[in-house]
């Protein structure tokens, strides 16, 4: 038997573990790589909406306040004052913090304070200095129309200046324009999760989170589209890493207002933190079904490969030669059937080993029993007061119901030949009755008759009529040549006359001048006998009704007119009884061709030399 | 092996019983009670074997109605070889009103049987066997059974 490597059990248990998790394995990363993408489109486009809609806000906030002030400025430039106009103006209009007109000139580069229009001026006392600097720097740098945002404190006021055209023969007025944009700056300041900024066209951050104190936005995120400063992209979300290395994700739209963009910058380890809940839970989820499935499967394992497991160990029984076992196996699907296919096989088994150790006992039994019963039979050849005597024997199975027999009796040969009802065993134990009572009887004085009516004693009595018995029982008297017989139903010998010259069949003469039932059928049946002569070199032929009925391969029986021909041809040089039982012999056997017999064949023949 | 059949036309206290097949071991003569009937005809021209023991059953039924007057007709050779070797096979009361005698051509090898009838062919004290008995061809055939012994059962009686 081969070595059991790995056990029925792990594979069914990795099978139903293993398939479930790679499946679910794969729908997962599927899943979540999908979400994934789902997910950054979706922050791509929330971002985006979210600085496009404070761009616009600040557009209209910015191009409000210059639309309001247009004519404050045109009254500055003719009265070169803010007179009564202006500060209505100004006192309705909510947006402007303050505006401080200067005048400059443009080849000099020089400037020169003319006034200022504050809702406090105490506000700007100690920022003046910072406005000027500021403004000395776009006098030197900025040309032309451009318009540059800017927060000089760190708070609610954005700066930008509004230029004039100057007059032939006159300076340029620059307004310093200051917005107060207290809701913007709390939006900015405040953001957290999504940090907002508003930066101008130099990457200089006005507005934007407390939590980043940059100044320069370059410092914070390394942006792409900040460095084409000739073409770039109105609005756009690009991915980049922040000075902590950290990835981020950073949409960015146009205000339309001095080449300055709002910012919404989303760390993307934060904006994926959905995701990574999600795939943690999924994680955890498939831990757990991984579990439930392997718990699942061990059971569902363990009640298939317990099953085989019995069935295996009561197969090794059946190896080591025990049959009678049954495995207990409750189950009603395939294996269950197996179990009971297997039972019944086993039942089976155990009965035939049974059965054959009981038939393997009789057939000893048999061969002991034919063993014994050929000691009942006499030798083949035999001369006894020169009668030459020669037969032979054979049963159809291992013991037979017929018997022959030839002894002496008080200076009387006496010939014995007997057929049992059937053959094997049963009739062998009624022929070894037979030879018993002839054993007895032959102590006796007494003829044919008396001799068969004590075996039919015999016989009745052993058989109670269930099994009978023919029998021909002949005695030759040497003294007067004469043989007397009885005939219990058997067979009528044939009786062969010395003559000369072939002998034909009519020249066999039946000894059936006498007849009476067969030994077994009554009690106290009486026989008749009767005498023949039985002269010097006559031939008499006894047989049982096995003999013509000797079949060859075609199941054709001999048949009693080839038999009686074999007899004939067989006889017809009167040939010493022994050749005569030899050549007999051979041609039945030829007929036969190692044919099974279907009855028990008996035959002798005798001879009479007593010349 | 031929099938064992038997069939009783019961008429009055008569039947005329025909049987046909193997007479063995196997048959179970029980089922076919003879009670009741005084005057029985056997017809066992379709008998194909008989053995030692469905002779013991053949005559343990018969005795079951003993007193009843038997005919045998139509007896073929395993028959007549039967009641002439098996005392009691025909009973004491029974009578063969007709069987088959086998003929045959040593030349030709062919085989005929003929029917002999109680009161032509034979009687109860001798057979009278018809005197030229000829093949399809007009080959004279000849009695194969010795006569001595087939024919012995007529003299018993």
Redesign the interface.
């Known amino acids: 038997m081969k070595k059991r490597t790995f056990s029925l059990k792990y594979k069914i248990l990795l099978l139903l573990t293993v398939i479930p998790s790679i499946a679910l394995f794969t729908y997962v990363l599927l899943a979540m790589n999908i979400f994934t993408k789902d997910k950054i489109a979706y922050i791509y486009d929330s971002s985006g909406n979210l600085s496009q809609a404070l761009s616009q806000q600040l557009r209209v906030l910015i191009t409000g306040v210059i639309s309001n002030n247009k004519s404050v400025f045109q009254e500055f430039v003719t009265t070169k004052t803010f007179g009564n106009t202006a500060l209505t103006h100004f006192e309705n209009e909510n947006g402007t913090d303050a505006i401080l007109a200067y005048e400059v000139d443009e080849s000099t580069k020089q400037m020169t304070f003319l006034s200022m229009m504050a809702r406090n001026k105490m506000d700007y006392d100690s920022l003046k200095n910072k406005i000027d600097t500021q403004l000395k720097y776009e006098v030197q740098y900025i040309k032309g129309n451009q318009r540059i945002l800017y927060n000089l404190d760190q708070n609610d006021k954005i700066y930008f200046v509004e230029k004039t055209t100057p007059i032939a023969g006159t300076k340029a007025i620059y307004f310093v324009v200051v917005i107060k944009a207290e809701e913007f700056y709390d939006t900015f300041s405040t953001s957290s999760a999504q940090q907002l900024f508003l930066i101008n066209q130099f990457g200089q951050v006005v507005l934007g989170p407390n939590q980043v104190p940059e100044k320069d936005i370059a410092k914070v995120f390394e942006l792409k589209f900040l460095k084409n400063k000739d073409n770039r992209f109105q609005q756009g979300v690009e991915e980049t890493i922040d000075a902590d290395k950290k990835e981020m994700i950073i949409s960015f739209s146009e205000i339309g207002f001095g080449d300055s963009y709002v910012l919404a910058a989303v760390k993307k380890e934060l904006a994926l933190s959905a995701l990574d809940q999600l795939l943690k839970k999924s994680v955890v989820f498939f831990v757990l079904l991984v579990a439930v499935i392997a718990i699942v499967s061990l059971f569902a394992s363990g009640s298939i490969t317990n099953a085989l497991t019995q069935l295996f160990e009561a197969t090794e029984k059946v190896t080591q030669g025990k049959f009678d076992i049954q495995v207990k196996v409750k189950t009603s699907d395939e294996i269950g059937a197996l179990a009971d296919n297997f039972n019944l096989m086993a039942k089976e088994v155990s009965r035939l080993v049974a059965q054959t150790a009981e038939n393997a006992r009789m057939q000893n039994e048999l061969q002991t029993a034919k063993t014994v019963q050929e000691t009942l039979f006499p030798d083949a050849n035999a001369l006894l007061e020169k009668i030459a005597i020669s037969g032979f024997y054979e049963p159809a199975s291992e013991c037979g119901g017929d018997w022959w027999h030839y002894c002496m009796i008080n200076g009387r040969v006496f010939f014995w030949i007997g057929?049992a009802?059937?053959h094997g065993a049963p009739s062998a134990l009624i022929t070894s009755a037979a030879k018993s009572a002839a054993a007895i009887i032959e102590s006796l004085n007494v003829g044919p008759g008396s001799a068969m009516e004590y075996l039919n004693r015999c016989i009745y009595e052993v058989s109670r009529g269930r099994l009978?018995m023919?029998f021909f029982i002949a005695c030759y008297d040497p003294a007067t040549k004469k043989l007397t017989y009885a005939n219990?139903?058997?067979?009528?010998p044939y009786l062969i006359k010395k003559k000369a010259g072939p002998i034909k069949?009519?020249d066999?003469?039946?000894l059936?001048e006498v007849?009476?039932?067969?030994l077994g059928?009554g009690r106290s049946t009486k026989y008749d006998e009767t005498t023949v002569d039985f002269d010097f070199e006559d031939f008499i032929f006894f047989y049982t009704?096995g003999v013509p009925d000797v079949r060859n391969g075609a199941e054709t029986a001999w048949g009693?007119?080839e038999f009686?021909k074999t007899i004939v041809e067989t006889q017809t040089d009167f040939p010493p009884v022994d050749v005569f039982i030899e050549r007999f012999v051979n041609k039945m056997q030829t007929y036969r061709s190692g044919s099974t017999l279907v009855?028990d064949v008996t035959f002798f023949g005798i001879k009479n030399l007593n010349g | 092996m031929s099938k064992f059949e038997l069939k009783i036309d019961k008429n009055a206290d008569a039947a005329k019983i025909t049987i046909a097949g193997t007479i063995d071991?196997d048959v179970d003569f029980n089922e076919f009670s003879l009670n009741g009937i005084n005057q029985m005809e056997f017809d066992l021209n379709s008998v194909k074997s008989i053995?030692?023991?469905g002779i013991?059953e053949w005559?343990k039924w018969l005795g079951t109605n003993s007193k009843a007057k038997m005919t045998y007709v139509n007896c073929p050779k395993i028959i007549v070889?039967q009641i002439?070797?098996?005392?009691?096979f025909l009973p004491q009361n029974g009578k063969v009103l007709s069987f088959y005698v086998p003929y045959?051509n040593d030349d030709s090898g062919t085989e005929k049987n003929v029917l002999f009838r109680h009161g032509n062919e034979f009687t109860d004290g001798g057979v009278t066997p018809p005197e030229k008995v000829v093949d399809e061809t007009g080959n004279a055939m000849e009695m194969?059974?010795?006569e001595?012994?087939y024919f012995?059962f007529l003299s018993k009686k």
């Open positions: 057929d009802t059937g009978m023919t219990a139903s058997h067979e009528s069949k009519k066999l003469i039946p059936n007849n009476n039932p067969r059928q009704d009693e007119r009686l009855d | 071991e053995n030692s023991c013991r005559i070889d002439n070797m098996v005392d009691g045959y194969d059974v010795i001595s012994k012995k």
